[in-house]
């Protein structure tokens, strides 16, 4: 397919129906972008050329014009000494070089044309990639939100999740089993002899200490 019939193509396909046919249309829209610059740069390539042609032309048809020019002078000059034989054959030679001149001029014409044509479809080709890209987007943006809730919901209806929230139940339940063991071996312990004579002898000792404070601290010079 030449370049200039996969614009036309590109140009007049409607991105939302073929996305909408597309199996994966990450890598559709992908593809179509890739498409789309690559025409870019062929078309631009082609445009290159033929303004470089153009330039040539222009320079032909200066050229022409001077030989013209020049034919035109010499048979002048030929009348002028009466050799109208000679004045005949230059105006031959203007008028063959006046042909060639039409003929360049011919294709300039068309070269015009398709250049402004060309600017034309590439101006629309950039509009279309734009929206290309805009759609890659959001479709980047949708399918990463998908697959975001996608693995929550495989998550939340995880067989192995419930399994796991089981066992935990199943360990706590063993380690309140556990502290309930611990905790009946205080049930119905006595405090031995030792134990109350020893506690009282402490709160003995604070109270001593308490006593004598308070002593000095009545005894205490008042200023």
Do not use: C
Not at 65 to 80: C, G, V
Not at 106 to 113: R, V
């Amino acid at each position: 397919m030449g370049v200039f019939s996969r614009l036309t193509d590109i140009i007049n396909s409607n991105l939302t129906a073929m996305l909408d046919r597309a199996e994966d249309p990450e890598k559709m829209i992908r593809l179509i972008i890739q498409e789309m610059e690559d025409t870019l740069v062929e078309v631009r390539s082609t445009a290159a050329r033929t303004i470089a042609e153009k330039k040539g032309i222009n320079r032909q048809l200066d050229r022409l014009a001077d030989s013209a020019s020049e034919w035109e002078r010499k048979a002048e000059f030929a009348i002028s000494r009466g050799r109208d034989d000679l004045a005949k054959g230059a105006l031959l030679e203007k008028s063959k070089l006046s042909d060639s001149a039409r003929a360049l001029e011919a294709e300039l014409a068309l070269l015009d044309d398709s250049l402004a044509k060309n600017d034309s479809d590439v101006a629309r080709l950039e509009i279309k990639l734009t929206e290309a890209k805009a759609k890659q987007k959001t479709i980047r943006s949708r399918k990463d939100t998908v697959d975001a809730r996608l693995k929550v919901r495989r998550q939340l209806h995880d067989p192995r999740v419930d399994d796991a929230f089981a066992r935990f139940e199943k360990i706590e339940k063993r380690i309140d089993a556990t502290e309930g063991e611990i905790e009946s071996y205080d049930l119905g312990q006595r405090r031995s002899l030792s134990d109350e004579i020893a506690e009282l002898e402490a709160e003995n000792s604070i109270q001593e200490e308490l006593d004598a404070l308070k002593a000095r601290v009545a005894s205490a010079p008042k200023s």
